[in-house]
């Protein structure tokens, strides 16, 4: 059988690290991965995937990403249920990350960060002749 599953997306937030009581590193977060085809009103949705990393891979996760990183995972879906506090089942969908990339450079990632709160770039000099070119995002490009 194969179970495989490769997703490259943005973190809608800081990963989560946390410790089993046996000290096993995990870490959860979610990654918004952009739909090929936009909607019936021109718009590109997103779907939100729910991921689990563990021990040391979870640990350096967390130590190079943050809210916004662009990241490839490569892992298994895996699907769990239990019941909640009132006796119902939850069922959970979620994919085992088993390897990740960033995708992205440090500078870059918060080069861009501070572009959306506003901040300028440090390091953006008005003689160089790449700081008038367009600013393409992900959206524009055929592929």
């Not at 779907?47 to 990183?69: L, P, Q, R």
């Not at 249920?81 to 006796?87: I, L, M, T």
Request: proline share 3%; glycine share 6%.
């Amino acid at each position: 059988m194969i179970n495989r599953t490769v997703l490259v997306g943005r973190l809608t937030k800081d990963p989560e690290l946390r410790y089993t009581g046996s000290g096993t590193a995990v870490a959860t977060f979610t990654i918004a991965v952009n739909r090929q085809f936009t909607n019936s009103n021109g718009k590109r949705e997103a779907d939100f995937i729910n991921c689990v990393m563990w021990h040391k891979y979870a640990e350096s996760f967390c130590d190079f990403t943050h809210k916004g990183s662009l990241v490839g995972i490569d892992g298994r879906i895996q699907t769990r249920s239990y019941d909640n506090k009132q006796g119902q089942r939850v069922f959970i969908t979620e994919v085992v990350a088993e390897n990740f990339s960033l995708l992205e450079s440090k500078n870059s990632n918060q080069n861009s960060q501070n572009k959306q709160s506003g901040q300028s770039s440090p390091s953006k000099n008005p003689n160089n002749a790449f700081n008038s070119m367009p600013d393409i995002k992900d959206d524009d490009l055929p592929f």
